[in-house]
């Protein structure tokens, strides 16, 4: 009896169970799909059955979100469901019914809002300045480069060993004829420190990573002071860090090299392998007197410390700390933190010894090149990484708390790190000379720097510069120096400042076509405070001869450049915005022929042939962010 009892209740509760109808759906955050056009593309009828794990896959396979939480309330009539959705930064409609639902318009206004404003480390939130890494991923991948490797065995004379080891890596079968070469050579010459460190190299380019390993091995046995060695010891462990890091998170971590460095096996002692590079060459470079550093010397310890404070943060972030979250250890935690601290302090000593030890070399370009560029991420990262040292070990009540304390962390953090900033600006400033080949990327990056020392007027004079003898502004360039004089003047970005450098562009404009990223720049904050700062009114509540400029503007800096693809994409992007799609699809169509791998491009032509109606050709072309991001 109790048994049929059970069978009973089971068949009532699968049949209650297949009852549950869905009374209602809506759904939360669709700010670039249509909410009714999503119901029908997942085909949603209300009395339908509820079932929460094929209704959120059905959601998600539109290919319009990146997530989809589902919240229920019972009712009489059945469920409420309420789906909180979060948009895609690059929607890629997977049907023609999802395509419909996206407003390709919206996309546009979204995609030029983030574009332009503030960045860096502050950016423009509902008018208040707020924190970059609070809304940014820290780490969305781990950057494996061998160009600034292959710089400087280029650079460091004419061996013929190097020479020939450069041409080769990409070529299986050359590499296999070099590398019996150079073993030959070893044979009858074992010290030949650049045979040996040229075999090495071509290892690592073939994945045969235990044999250069082991020649490295030999060859600081022999010759520790071969500095280079050290260089591409933590190069080789960074390979195989990233290789174990790529297979540990299952394709989620991205892993970016070049191809002729293959990576190798994942291996779980990787993590000791970079600390050990690391703590090896460090040692080695410390211990060497200011007398020691030739020019190559300065190269190669300035490459290797900028890759060891790069190995630090790697290690810490997805090592150290995921260990100490998987084991739930707060002090574990904090004491991971409290050793990057200090070790970042001493690779900030290292940084202020090398800078004044290229100072012998003040007219080498190449010298002054590698001390900006090998240690500008650093700096920047040192001047906010901090702030998020208090967000980790601390506990606040309320988000407020958090980002006031990150604010007060910030301004402290950046007169702390003055000196070292000031002796960039130095390296910097060398590089912006008449004959220098580096002199409009320098004048950006000072620029930036000068923000930083919050000397905000020195900042607009070097743009002023870049704009009229390079005629090189990154819009990013902008955005930051924007960015950083609205922290430093309360915390808010106001329409007074924005109207400060709008009127500089203006009168930069009125002489000549600006660029287009910078003419761009100066058509969206005119359209915004011609709304005096709303967002949403500025795209149809502005008198329609501000909008009429907006897109003329960009028309001459498009006719000033036109096999520049940017300035088209740009007149594009507005126009498309402003809702002239004729134009925009013009624009964007000569954008894309002019650079046709520029996924970017492709996707924004996509917006505009689903505007226009052509569903299919949009969806095809959409896929470029998938495929090439």
Not at 220 to 239: G, I
Not at 282 to 297: E, Q, S, Y
Request: hydrophobic residues 45%; proline residues 5%.
């Amino acid at each position: 009896m109790r048994c049929w009892l059970l069978v009973l209740l089971l068949i009532v509760g699968q049949a209650m169970a297949q009852e549950l109808k869905i009374a209602g759906l809506q759904l939360e955050g669709c700010q670039v799909t249509d909410p009714q056009k999503v119901l029908a593309a997942i085909g949603f009828q209300p009395g339908m059955p509820y079932d929460a794990e094929r209704l959120q896959k059905a959601l998600m396979d539109l290919g319009l979100f990146e997530s989809v939480t589902l919240e229920t309330t019972e009712t009489t009539q059945g469920v409420q469901v309420t789906a909180k959705v979060r948009e895609r930064t690059y929607p890629v409609p997977t049907t023609e019914a999802a395509a419909r639902a996206l407003n390709p318009i919206a996309v546009a206004r979204r995609w030029l809002l983030t574009q332009q404003k503030p960045s860096l480390l502050p950016i423009e939130q509902d008018g208040q300045i707020s924190l970059g890494f609070l809304r940014f991923s820290l780490i969305s991948g781990i950057g494996v480069e061998d160009e600034a490797l292959r710089a400087l065995m280029a650079s460091m004379g004419d061996n013929a060993w190097v020479q020939k080891a450069l041409k080769a890596a990409n070529d299986k079968t050359a590499s296999e004829r070099l590398m019996a070469e150079l073993r030959q050579r070893l044979q009858k010459t074992p010290n030949d420190a650049w045979a040996r460190f040229s075999l090495a190299y071509l290892l690592i380019a073939q994945a045969r990573y235990d044999e250069a390993d082991q020649q490295v091995s030999t060859l600081l046995a022999r010759q520790p002071d071969f500095h280079l060695a050290y260089v591409l010891r933590l190069f080789s462990a960074f390979l195989r860090f990233a290789a174990f890091l790529k297979d540990r998170t299952e394709g989620q971590f991205k892993v970016s090299f070049p191809s002729d460095f293959p990576l190798p096996p994942p291996d779980p002692a990787s993590p000791g392998a970079v600390r050990w590079a690391i703590d090896e060459g460090v040692t080695h470079f410390r211990r060497l007197p200011d007398k020691a550093f030739t020019r190559d010397t300065l190269l190669a310890a300035t490459l290797f410390f900028n890759n060891a404070v790069t190995g630090e943060f790697f290690l810490l972030f997805f090592w150290e700390l995921s260990e100490s979250q998987k084991d739930e250890e707060e002090t574990h935690t904090q004491a991971s933190w409290e050793r990057f601290a200090a070790r970042f302090s001493d690779y900030l000593a290292d940084y202020l010894r090398l800078s004044r030890l290229a100072e012998r070399f003040a007219e080498d370009l190449t010298v002054q090149k590698a001390m900006a560029d090998g240690w500008q991420s650093s700096l920047t990262f040192h001047a906010s990484a901090f702030l998020i040292l208090s967000a980790v070990t601390k506990t606040f009540d309320a988000p407020q708390q958090t980002i006031d304390a990150l604010i007060t962390a910030f301004r402290t953090q950046l007169r702390l790190m003055r000196p070292y900033l000031e002796r960039h600006r130095w390296h910097l400033e060398r590089l912006t000379v008449k004959n220098s080949p580096y002199r409009p990327d320098a004048l950006n990056d000072l620029a930036k720097c000068l923000a930083l020392l919050g000397d905000f007027s020195a900042a607009q004079k070097v743009m002023d510069t870049a704009l009229r003898e390079t005629g090189k502004l990154e819009s990013e360039t902008l955005t930051e120096v924007i960015g950083l004089h609205a922290f430093s003047e309360g915390n808010r970005l106001t329409p007074t400042l924005v109207a400060r450098y709008v009127a500089w562009l203006d009168g930069l404009e009125r002489q000549r076509p600006l660029p287009g990223s910078v003419a761009l720049w100066l058509s969206y904050w005119r359209l915004w405070l011609a709304a005096k700062g709303d967002t949403e009114a500025m795209w149809e509540k502005v008198p329609e001869a501000e909008r009429r400029e907006a897109l003329n503007r960009l028309r001459r800096s498009a006719q000033r450049f036109p096999s520049n693809a940017e300035s088209w994409w740009a007149l594009g992007m507005m126009a498309l915005a402003l809702n002239d799609v004729p134009t925009a699809s013009d624009a964007l169509t000569k954008a894309s022929r002019l650079d046709p791998e520029k996924a970017t491009y492709r996707y924004a032509l996509g917006l505009t042939a689903l505007a226009q109606g052509d569903l299919q050709r949009a969806m095809e072309l959409l896929k470029a962010m998938e495929t090439n991001p």
